[in-house]
């Protein structure tokens, strides 16, 4: 009998330690001077934050149509993820088509001075973070796998690895879609704003081993074509990254897949060793 009570007593105690030691979920407020308005982003700690350590955070972006809360509704493993590699996840809110630009076009939309300044030092500031490119990496979705790798290669010195997954990393092939036009003007008119914009063109950016680069997509992904090519541009200035391909398209069964791919990516490179 006794045994038995030892036993529930035991499982009562394992319940409500699981219950403490799990990823908080939180919707914060930041503030872009920039734009001159707060906005919205969703940051998960994990079960381990309150140990006092400080902890390499992941910034991950939605895609276009969506907001800072996509990821936690439609994923809601990123706390897992979280606890799993002890980082911190920021999802930043990119309004509905920002493609992560200061647009020349529009001056209310200025979201890469918010992800790449604003948002990682008010992060830096609320949050018990490693405060250097080897403690951040910034990865995304379509719309926000272009931004990832566009802030990334103009932000060296404050992301050290990149990823994307299903990412719109070349723009020059849809000059009528999802908004960009409104971000750069027409290509007809501003067609040098698109080629200094798209992701592709950015690699002279690059050295080899800059930045720690993991890029994934669908084979029935839209966005396929404009990846593989990518890619072999990759290869062809001897830039080292990881390359994935399998059957998908572009939705959320696939990037519930990817995500997981490029959380165990991002985890490896902030273990890496580093000289003192």
Known sequence: MNFLRALFIAGILATINLSVQAAKVDTVETYSSSMKKTIRAVIVTPDSYSIGQDFPVVYLLHGYGGNYSDWAKKVPALGN??????????????????WYFDSPADPSFRYETYVADELVTWVDGHYKTIKNRAGRAITGLSMGGHGALYLAFRHQTVFGAAGSMSGGVDIRPFPNNWDMAKRLGTYAQFPERWEQNTVTNLLYLLTPGALSLIIDCGTEDFFFRVNNNLHDKLLERNIAHDYITRPGGHNWNYWTNAVTYQFLFMRQYFDKPRPN
């Open 81 to 98: 993820a979280a606890d799993t590699h002890k980082m911190i996840i920021v999802c930043p809110d990119g309004n509905i088509g920002s």
